[in-house]
């Protein structure tokens, strides 16, 4: 597949940037797509473009945007079977979790944002006082390439419910979800100018960033780049959404029914392959109960069968890129060295002649809290484990990262796993194998984030108050 042209103006266009990035099928190594930068000529289009459209849609009664988020929904439903083949093709995401899970959410995204508009109380009288509640600006989006298009609605819907103007820049490693979602954008007659898109890397994300036009920034990806941004977006006091990355713990009290609460610890640490800004990637256990936790999960990672994503068996497909693969194995390679013990690993290479970046789902043992396994975010199929031998001192594990972005606590009382949620500093807790609920506040504490995301919140997070005094109506 080629990408080559931006969104401005209600309209695509060639790029005129002069390089290319290329995009290749994690499962078999071959060139998948091809992707032209936009320049910063083509960027400034879109930002014209998106403050034009804002002047008008920052005034639009509601009721328009429920209307174009409604008809974006549609237009974007219809085109599941694209999307789900393009999270295959470019990221290896098995096809079962992209018709499961990546679309439905972005679906939820789109139906929370317009549930989340009833909820907001947009004007109020204080005495002589109208104050009411406006969009913020000008969005700079960015957004990484793990959740694709999830991670798109999650900063466009609220946009336009807020009566935003966006300009996108997603990731350029998942180009087709993105794609897709910008010509489910047209389908749906977005009002032209209201969402812009642009192809770039870090150099394209930067620019817009430092636009002078653009007034809130709102970006999804790694700790790292999320600090850059800030400091870009602090010289012109700009308002910064950041949703970064986790270490994200799981806690299995004494009373845990254990095999369901490590089903779903496995599950929550491996599935995308580990690539998941809430993975659960530590795993916290009474001591007494170790020999009997190693032995379950000996078993339970067989479950996760590897393969090709497009088979709809495969449970669990490669890595996104030979970048991640290198990653993975780098810091897999340094616990070992460092002590830690291999306590389970699923099966090695598909096919090995076929290529492919498929790392097997790793259980690590004897994992102590200064290692970096137990700090850094591995974004790969890696569970570290660690055992305590109080509740106290399970909670200073939990909590003992510089993250704080979600968790999970597992409790025969869920009174006693609530009590102990309430104590993890992190910006949610799954209670026992909860549903997550796409309708709550989603985002992180610490060098998680800042900022909502999700229903309501993600739409007051692009909001101003603006004061009128003597207003009449
Ligand atoms: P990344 O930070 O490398 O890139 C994210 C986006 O930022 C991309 O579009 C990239 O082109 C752009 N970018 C890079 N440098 C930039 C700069 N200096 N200025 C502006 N834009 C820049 O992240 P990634 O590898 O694409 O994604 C993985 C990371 O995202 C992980 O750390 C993961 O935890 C995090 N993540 C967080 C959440 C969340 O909601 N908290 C969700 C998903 C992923």
């Known amino acids: 597949m080629k990408y080559d042209q931006y969104y401005a103006h209600g309209a695509f266009s060639d790029c005129t940037g002069d390089i290319t990035f290329s995009v290749f099928n994690p499962a078999t190594e071959a060139l998948e797509s091809v992707v032209q930068a936009s320049s910063e000529k083509d960027l400034a289009a879109a930002i014209q473009s998106a403050e034009r459209a804002y002047r008008s849609w920052s005034t639009t009664a509601l009721e328009v945007r429920k209307a174009a988020l409604t008809r974006l929904a549609a237009a974007l439903e219809s085109r599941t079977q694209q999307i789900v083949d393009s999270l295959a093709r470019e990221i290896g995401c098995p096809v079962w979790l992209g018709e499961l899970m990546q679309v439905p959410m972005a679906m939820k995204g789109i139906q929370f944002a317009l549930e989340g508009m009833d909820q907001i109380s947009w004007t109020e009288t204080i005495g002589n006082g109208l104050v009411e509640r406006v969009g913020a600006g000008i969005v700079g989006a960015i957004t990484p390439w793990n959740f694709p298009l999830h991670q798109i609605v999650a900063k466009v819907a609220p946009a336009i419910a807020a009566g935003c103007a966006v300009v996108l820049k997603p990731s350029e490693l998942a180009p087709g979800a993105a794609q897709q979602f910008m010509l489910a954008v047209h389908d749906a007659d977005i009002p032209a100018g209201v969402v812009n898109m642009v192809w770039g890397d870090a150099a394209l994300g930067e620019a817009l960033v430092k636009h002078p036009s653009v007034t809130h920034v709102s970006f999804t990806g790694s700790t790292a780049v999320g600090k850059r941004i800030m400091v870009d977006a602090a010289t012109e006091l700009k308002r910064v959404t950041l949703e970064l990355g986790g270490k994200s713990a799981v806690v299995i009290l ?12 496995l599950r929550m640490s491996v599935v995308n392959s580990g690539q998941a800004c809430v993975s659960q990637s530590r795993l916290i256990v009474p001591q007494a109960q170790m020999a009997e936790v190693k032995q379950r999960l000996r078993q339970l990672v067989d479950t996760w069968k590897m393969g090709d994503p497009l088979d709809k068996a495969t449970r669990l497909g490669p890595l996104a890129s030979k970048r991640q693969f ?84 597992w409790s025969g009382s869920a009174v006693r796993a609530t009590e102990f949620a309430r104590q993890m500093r992190t910006g949610q807790v799954v209670i026992n194998g909860a549903a997550q609920n796409l309708a709550t506040p989603f985002g992180g504490r610490g060098e998680s984030g800042i900022g909502r995301e999700n229903g309501r919140f993600g739409i007051e997070d692009l909001l101003e108050y603006k004061s009128l005094h003597g207003a009449q109506q």
């Open 254 to 265: 004494d009373d845990a029914d254990l095999e369901a609460a490590l089903t779903a610890a």
């Open 326 to 409: 290198e990653r993975v194995s780098s810091m897999v390679d340094k616990a070992m060295s460092e002590g830690a013990t291999l306590i389970a690993s699923g099966n090695g290479q598909v096919n090995a002649e076929a290529g492919g970046w498929f790392y097997p789902p790793t259980v690590l043992g004897n994992v102590r809290p200064d290692m970096e396994i137990a700090q850094e975010e591995v974004f790969g199929p890696v569970l570290a484990v660690m055992s305590y031998q109080t509740d106290d001192e399970a909670l200073a594990l939990a909590n003992a990262t510089r993250y704080g972005l979600s968790g999970a606590v």
